[in-house]
């Protein structure tokens, strides 16, 4: 969670199966380049070129991120062009939250997105998201009778009562 021109931005990733694709295949043209300057005595343009390449892949892959805006909008921003950018947050009519991850189904749809997040963004998004006055739908917390982490801090004040 980063606070960017008065905006929180939560940070997510894809899947881990894409995550590991991606970040793998992002890593060759650095490898591929340092290769290719090892073997000669000069820096050759194919390995500018390379590095160039890796340097746009690492700021397309950290570039994915939620923002939810004050006229009842969630924001997904991504590199991929055919997915939505803006979503109402009043057509979100689940959110389920696992350990690794939330998934957000919208209205119309079976099928949720996933959406991989670290512990402490996902909890500031999910409350964020929860207390929003938009949000009409439910938060469903999925593996909290197995995992005891963050999710006691949900019921901790309905347990006391």
């Known amino acids: 969670m980063i606070k960017i021109f008065g905006q929180l931005r939560y940070h ?19 490898f591929v380049g340092l290769s290719l300057m090892y073997e000669s005595s000069r820096i050759p343009t194919l390995v500018l070129f390379s590095f160039f390449l890796f340097m746009l892949l690492l700021g397309l892959g950290v570039h994915r991120y939620f923002t939810i805006y004050e006229d009842g909008m969630l924001g997904i921003i991504t590199a991929n062009p055919f997915t939505p950018k803006k979503i109402a947050i009043a057509s979100i009519k689940k959110v389920e939250v696992t350990k690794t991850s939330i998934t957000l189904f919208l209205d119309g749809k079976e099928k949720g ?42 019921y901790g004040n309905t347990q006391k009562d």
């Open 12 to 30: 997510w990733q894809p899947d881990v199966s894409i995550l590991v694709v991606y970040w793998s295949l992002s890593l060759i043209p650095i």
């Open 113 to 154: 997105r996933t959406f991989c997040m670290r512990k402490w963004p996902k909890k500031y998004f999910v409350n964020a998201l929860a207390l929003n006055e938009h949000f009409q739908g439910e938060v469903e917390l999925m593996d909290h009778l197995t995992h005891l982490d963050y999710f006691e801090v949900y």
